[in-house]
């Protein structure tokens, strides 16, 4: 929230550390609860993907339509260099760490 602009947005996305309760989106859930009292606005992503539309996606996946960037590989023995490159913020795609 430091990074916003004053009245800036934070959506929030995937969940973590929800505790007995709320699962995996206690964090989510905090944000909302906490919004109406800060002038940043705070909100939650949640994604409901449709059947179909994850079947479209696995054949455009399986045709090569749809590639993702990977950044780097890394090998099981250096995931914390790559977890340390991804909380840097120096990952531009995906940090793939390569098991066997």
């Not at 916003?4 to 989106?25: D, N, P």
């Not at 059947?51 to 479209?56: C, Q, R, S």
């Not at 749809?66 to 260099?81: G, K």
């Amino acid at each position: 929230r430091d990074l916003l602009a004053e009245t800036g947005t934070l959506v929030l996305g995937g969940g973590e550390g929800g505790g007995r309760f709320f699962g995996g989106l206690g964090r989510s859930v905090r944000a909302e609860l906490l919004s109406p009292f800060t002038r940043q606005r705070l909100c939650a992503l949640l994604a409901l993907p449709k059947p179909e539309a994850l079947v479209t996606l696995t054949e455009l996946a399986t045709a090569g339509a749809v590639v993702p960037h990977i950044d780097r590989t890394y090998a099981l023995s250096e995931a914390p260099a790559a977890i340390t490159h991804l909380a840097a913020g120096h990952s531009r795609g995906k940090s793939v760490i390569v098991v066997g």
